[in-house]
């Protein structure tokens, strides 16, 4: 295969590979544009593709696990981090076998743990939900009963 700018090819050969590799940089540039549209108009808010208000309705994941412990007369909530980007925890309790979540605290998104210093004597259900900073909540990961005496 010749080599343009090589002495055994002609001049004209070098200037239409030139022209042809200039008109395929146009080419491409054109499809790009009428593929994708123009910058301003489809350029993603974000590199999940949603704008911010969007991802403000968004709720996270909730804790994968939640591990409840009654000890001295509290009770200790610990879970593992959900992996995203969550402003606090709110951890929460209820009657074993009916009623509405309490609250019992809320911690930052860097901690998971919690503590229940005045848990209910009977028996008990624990959650706990990751909460955005825009409000958003997920579900509640919840505990087996656990007897508090």
């Known amino acids: ?11 004209r050969a070098g200037r239409q590979a030139r022209v042809i590799g200039e008109l395929l940089v146009v080419a491409v540039v054109v499809l790009t544009s009428v593929a994708c549209g123009s910058p301003e108009a489809s350029a993603p808010a974000s590199a999940t593709g949603i704008t911010s208000e969007e991802a403000a309705r968004v709720a996270p994941l909730p804790p994968v696990s939640l591990r409840v412990v009654a000890s001295a007369g509290r009770v200790l909530l610990s879970w593992p981090a959900t992996g995203e980007d969550v402003a606090r925890y709110r951890c929460l309790r209820r009657p074993a076998l009916t009623g509405g979540w309490v609250p019992v605290s809320a911690v930052t998104g860097a901690e998971h743990s919690c503590r229940d210093d005045h848990p209910s004597a009977g ?6 939900q990751a909460v955005t900073g825009y409000g958003v909540a997920s579900t509640i990961t919840e505990s087996l009963p656990i007897t508090v005496r």
Not at 123 to 128: K, W
Request: glycine share 12%; net charge neutral; hydrophobic share 35%.
């Open 1 to 11: 295969m010749p080599v343009v700018g090589h002495p055994d090819v002609p001049p």
């Open 123 to 128: 028996r008990s259900v624990y959650g706990v």
